[in-house]
């Protein structure tokens, strides 16, 4: 069916630029948009994160968007835009540019709809998200290095094949697909006080903002971008932009978002806080570890703000949207061991010893009587700097946090060994 667009039933596109029918991003558009996806899409729940609220002191909920259909959000606002199109433009097919998440929702409800769909994804996308976009029946063209050099040549292409191009931020009713979250966050829990949105093109935190005001206009809409893109921080503060590198949060790396959203922004969005790269992967590994959920960058960026900024959170019930749970299994596999080297559980001590019989059984028998666990021994004489009657030996051990590796290294010490860690203990 045709989907009602602000109290208004359009029959194509085309109609939704009628200057008496503009279509703009007011709370009734998302609120018909709900409706007309809410059987599509599935209502993810909103938990507290019990052991996150307990470490950093606050009321902390999640909306868990990475338990969709495609794992992650995007596939709202792009069911809201197929709905739109006309019997010609379904059986045309479809085009998007996307770095995953967009392309894997976009893909998934367009196959659901029989209507052929065309993905532009930038060359180094995480291969799980490409596969999952060629599994839910996309074809995937690679192109460029990230989402603003895909966008112009998305479009010839659109131009040339006859596509109709789904734009993964900048349209008011793919926004207002994604602002169906807010709807369901403080129907939930009508007493959040504060929103945690990422932030990337603007899409989200735009049709959450208006959805949230429009339902209780004192709760505060917070944006999380990552430092090195933040192009919508700038925006919004007046401030120069910080592009530089690359970044875990890839789902939010967007250097040119909508002029439309930040003006929403701006309007409606309380402030826009940043991340660097260590916070975000730290906090990455803390939803993992803590909460048991698997989140990519773009949530992390989420978290590692309200981190950042614990005062300003005191005594409020906060809700963080975790927007996408498509992080590369190789990627989270080195990110997990990051994770327990920052946090002391694998540690590596670095000794230089003499070159004598017995010296590595004695460290060995001191880390197992202290309740640690070796890991991996490197026990090397030439590629080193110690005297020719010394050795250098490398040993990983699993111990239960930092603190315990201290007493190990105490241990070690008051025998009398010469050893050094990676933490500068």
Known sequence: PALTLGRVAFDSPRDMTRKDAPVALTPDLIQDTYAAIRDATIRTPLVPATRLSLQLGIDLHLKLENRQHTNAFKSRGALAKLLTLTDAQKQAGVIACS???????????ATRLGIASTIIMPEAT?????KATEVFGAKVILHGTGFDDGVQFTMDLAARDGLTFIHPFDDPVVAAGQ?????EMLQDAPDLDAIVVP??????????????????PDVQIIGAQAHVFDAVKSAFDGTPTHFDGATLAEGIAVKSPSAANIAIIKQHVDRIDSAHEADIESAVFDLLSAEKLVAEGAPGAGLAVIKNNLNAYKGKKVGL?????????????TLILRGLVRDGRITRLTFEINDTPGQL??????????????????HQ?????????????????????????EAIVATLRGQGFNVRTDQNI
């Open 361 to 378: 059984a004695d460290i060995s028998r001191i880390i197992g009587e202290s309740g640690a666990n070796v890991v991996e021994v490197i």
């Open 99 to 109: 770095a995953g998440n967009h392309a894997q929702g976009v893909a998934y409800h």
């Open 381 to 405: 004489r030439m590629m080193q700097s110690v005297s020719l009657k010394q050795a250098e030996l490398d040993v990983v051990i699993e111990a239960r946090d930092i603190g315990h590796v």
């Open 179 to 183: 602002g169906t979250v807010a709807i």
């Open 126 to 130: 995480p291969f799980n998200k490409v």
């Open 321 to 333: 949207v975790i927007c996408g749970g498509n992080i590369d299994s190789r990627l989270l596999s």
């Open 199 to 216: 932030v990337g093109g603007g899409g989200l935190i735009a049709g959450m903002s208006v959805a949230a005001k429009s339902m209780k």
